[in-house]
């Protein structure tokens, strides 16, 4: 009951004069367990409908006598000593407000036509850079583009894409260095393609043929590479989180210049391992950047449906962890925000929260219709209106470093490169069959080695039951 | 080696417990070997401290291990490794899991301790998903074998639903991992030092019963026992018992009482569940025609059924009598039935007689 008295200022100015509110606060000597206010001191005309805007009202909090603002100042000289440290007290009795009076802003350099705000804080980019940053981008809409229409077309079995998280996955990319380990979640192949792994690299994944590192034995898109410092990607949400904080456990005690950066969407937050990998990141001290890719969507669960908190990056203080809010389409502001927290997390040997605001234009993969659950213009607008690539490609032609022959050429050769790569990838041998067998252990075991004898003799026997082109 | 020795130098000793076990001591020579009789708690702690001084990047964490531990198992090694390397973690089993994951994965030797195996199931994803994977989906690029997760089971008396279960068939279905159950103090020393040192990660039972109860002379040197190698610890030809943990006291107890009434019961100590050593077990089923398996988790799919229906598969000709099982009751580990609950001597014996007799 006490939290709907948080919603209205009129409500609780109207209460006041009709039941003398204040007065029950001082004068009583309720116990801690019965509540503030009963059923019978309140008309009924009081209630709010619990169900009304609740959902979709803004977070902002009036001002109310029973809630603690951020401006009040306590009596600093009287202090409890607890197993935490001190604390000071105070005789009044105040909640703190579910939310802010205000969102926690979000860091942005360039605005939406691709200007760059004044007075901006940002680290600056070579001409050198923000090319590339750009080529890599458009390279990883054709990537994604492409390869979605070849699930489609039957040829590889699923796909997801990274459409609208361009500017987050390749400005975070390029914020580090390639000594930082990454540990993944399934939307950041951007990271990977900036680092070095080829077109090719992905298809054979994508197709799990010979040539695959993975050998062919994760769907398309769970890309791994150790080459890269790049952790293979594993389907369960989340669980990158707390091994992320191992990983940067393990630099900090090798005394290595590189921390662990993870990644994770706005659905993986409400997982446990989100809540286990930040607190042991910031119990040890790790040299963690945890990034939250928030989309707006965890598949078809929008995120009102996900927390009730401003966003995650309210979350970070929860831990003790240092925390932004960034655009995550605005590259420039990605990458000083990730070129930022990198620097803290490894000087000061701790970890840094990043939420970077985007949206999820694509489905959530080749298995999903996204205009079932949302409308068709809401996801128009952001892939016309709000369109990373678009956003900092303006910013780089103003500046004289891209032209429309640049963005042809790019653009056919990225295609022609891709497709032929698909080919290539498709004619590639199989992985053999051994490979089903291998890696289990260190060393194949005896039950292995068991079935693996039996299974050669079956296929031999009914060749017809197996797909050709397994051989040893 | 270590298994010769084993053979030749034990004196285990069990004082009398709720279970009416008692051990005899066979006492004999050890030869030149520095031994020292200790307890179960004792030799894990031992072999932690050989496992942290041969391996710099190895370290030990879990919930209340930095003063030792709730069995004391890790007592002295902060102080003497640094609180770097041996610490206290939050209350958080997926997270220290996970957590030990991300270092093994690094290169290092990452020694978990969950404080009953009764808490391990918030870590299951992690021990699943992703240890049990993590080689096999990187295509051998990435690996987290230098991963050992140490757990107390089993029954103490008085332990209840939630710090008496022995959660190993979980485990032993989940191909990828490794699982080790120590059956004494001597036994757990070495196959702790070869379960950290193995290159697969590996779960680590500790029969929590034997942790004060069970001592023996335990080599003061840095010795390894095999994994995945079954030990024959008392030979016999009418029947063959497998057993793992604190249960192959009460089995030994059983075989004891049917060699007074003349039954020669042969003991296999199966030590890892995960791979399991079938050659030995399908050896003595041979000789023997009968087969007996005890295990303190509940009957129903428990460990117990996989070597029955393998031993079934491989030596269905020479079995003359049926698989018996005595096990737990298909309940949850209860507080004032646990006398009934367990699979006891008499219960042991008496099952040991009905095969003998089929």
């Keep these: 009951m006490a939290i709907w008295f948080a919603r209205s200022r009129t409500l609780v100015s109207s209460l006041r004069q009709n039941l003398g509110l204040s007065a029950i606060f001082i004068k009583h000597n309720y116990s801690s367990r019965r509540p503030v206010f009963t059923n019978s001191q309140l008309s009924p005309r009081v209630f709010l409908d619990p169900f ?13 006598p029973y809630l603690v603002q951020q401006s009040d100042h306590e009596d600093d000289a009287q202090e409890l000593d607890f197993p935490g440290g001190k604390v000071g007290y105070t005789s009044e009795m105040k909640f703190i407000p579910e939310s802010s009076s205000r969102r926690i802003p979000c860091y942005r350099v360039l605005n939406e036509h691709g200007k760059i705000i004044s007075d901006s804080d940002f680290i600056p980019v070579s001409e050198k850079l923000a090319v590339r940053m750009y080529e890599q981008m458009a390279t990883l809409q054709v990537m994604d583009h492409i390869f979605y229409e070849a699930q489609r077309q039957g040829r590889i079995s699923f796909y997801l894409t990274s459409v609208g998280e361009e500017a987050i996955n390749i400005a975070s990319a390029a914020a580090l260095s390639p000594e930082d380990v990454v ?99 910031a119990v040890m001290e790790a040299p963690v950047v945890f990034i939250c890719r928030n989309n707006g969507w965890a598949i078809s669960t929008h995120i009102s449906e996900q927390f009730r908190s401003d966003g995650i990056v309210v979350k970070g203080q929860a831990y003790g962890i240092r925390s932004i809010r960034v655009d995550g389409n605005d590259a420039l502001a990605v990458y000083s925000a990730v070129r930022s927290a990198r620097e803290m997390a490894v000087k000061e040997q701790r970890p840094v929260l990043i939420e970077a605001m985007t949206y999820r234009v694509g489905h959530h993969s080749t298995s999903d219709d996204s205009t079932k659950y949302r409308a068709a213009d809401e996801i128009q607008y952001w892939k016309m209106s709000r369109n990373p690539v678009n956003r900092f490609k303006k910013w780089v032609e103003d500046n004289g470093w891209w032209s429309e022959e640049d963005e042809s050429k790019l653009r056919s050769s990225t295609r022609k490169q891709l497709l032929q790569a698909i080919q290539a990838a498709e004619k590639w041998e199989k992985q053999p069959l051994t490979e089903l067998f291998n890696d289990v252990y260190d060393v194949k075991t005896k039950n292995l080695e068991e079935q693996e004898l039996g299974l050669k003799e079956l296929v031999e026997k009914q060749p017809q039951d197996y797909p050709l082109g397994f051989h040893n | 080696m270590a298994s010769l020795l084993g053979r030749f130098c034990r004196k285990l000793v069990v004082p009398g417990s709720a279970h009416g076990a008692r051990m005899v001591s ?92 009764d808490y391990i199931y918030p870590a299951f994803d992690q021990i699943v998903n992703e240890a049990a994977k993590f080689r096999y989906r990187s295509g051998n690029q990435f690996n987290c074998g230098g991963l050992t997760i140490r757990a107390p089971y089993g029954a103490v008396g008085h332990g209840g639903h939630y710090h008496s279960q022995s959660p190993e068939a979980f485990f032993c279905h989940v191909p990828g991992i490794k699982v080790v159950i120590p059956r004494s103090p001597r036994e757990a020393k070495g196959l702790l030092l070869s379960s950290i040192r193995d290159p697969n990660p590996v779960v680590f039972f500790e029969p929590k019963w034997l942790y004060r109860q069970a001592v023996e002379e335990v080599p ?89 229906a393998t031993i079934l598969e491989r030596c269905f000709l020479k079995l003359e009598a049926p698989v018996s099982r005595v096990c737990g009751l298909d309940t949850p ?23 003998v007799n089929y």
């Design chain 2, 220 to 308: 003061e040197h840095d010795y390894m026992i095999p994994l995945s190698e079954a030990e024959v610890i008392r030979e016999g030809n009418d029947i063959t018992l497998v057993g793992w943990g604190a249960q192959l006291t009460v089995m030994e107890q059983a075989c004891l009482d049917a060699e007074k009434e003349g039954i020669s019961c042969e003991l296999i100590d199966l030590k890892t569940l995960l791979p399991w050593d079938k050659e030995t077990v399908e050896a003595s089923v041979k000789k023997t025609g009968r087969l007996l398996i005890s295990h303190e988790a509940p009957v129903t799919g428990g460990f117990g059924a996989e070597i029955s």
């Design chain 1, 52 to 64: 009304s805007s609740y959902r979709h009202e803004s977070t902002a909090v009036e001002t109310h």
């Design chain 1, 183 to 281: 540990l993944p979640q399934y939307r950041e192949p951007g990271v990977l393609l900036w680092r070095g792994f080829t077109l090719e690299e992905f298809a054979n994944q994508c197709f799990g043929n010979k040539a695959d590192y993975g050998k062919g034995r994760q769907m398309p898109i769970h890309y791994g590479s150790n080459q890269h410092n790049y952790f293979t990607v594993s389907s369960p949400i989340a669980t990158q989180l707390p091994q992320a904080a191992g990983v940067g456990y393990a630099l900090k005690m090798e005394k290595k210049n590189a921390c662990a950066v993870t990644f994770i969407g706005d659905g993986g937050t409400s997982e446990g391992d989100f809540h286990a990998g930040l607190n042991f990141a």
């Design chain 2, 26 to 117: 066979t006492t004999s020579s050890c030869g030149s070997e520095t031994v020292k009789s200790l307890n179960l708690y004792s030799a894990i702690n031992q072999a932690l401290h050989i496992a942290l001084e041969t391996d710099p990047r190895s370290y030990v964490f879990g919930e209340d291990v930095g003063f030792g531990g709730v069995f004391r198992c890790t007592t002295g090694l902060a102080e003497r490794f640094g609180k770097n390397r041996v610490f206290n973690t939050p209350l958080c089993e997926q997270g220290i899991v996970g957590f030990g994951i991300g270092l093994a994965a690094m290169g290092n030797r990452a020694v978990v301790e969950i404080q009953f195996a």
């Design chain 2, 333 to 355: 580990f209860p507080l004032v039935f646990e006398p009934f609950y367990m699979p006891t001597k008499n219960k042991i014996l008496d099952a040991i007689k009905s095969t």
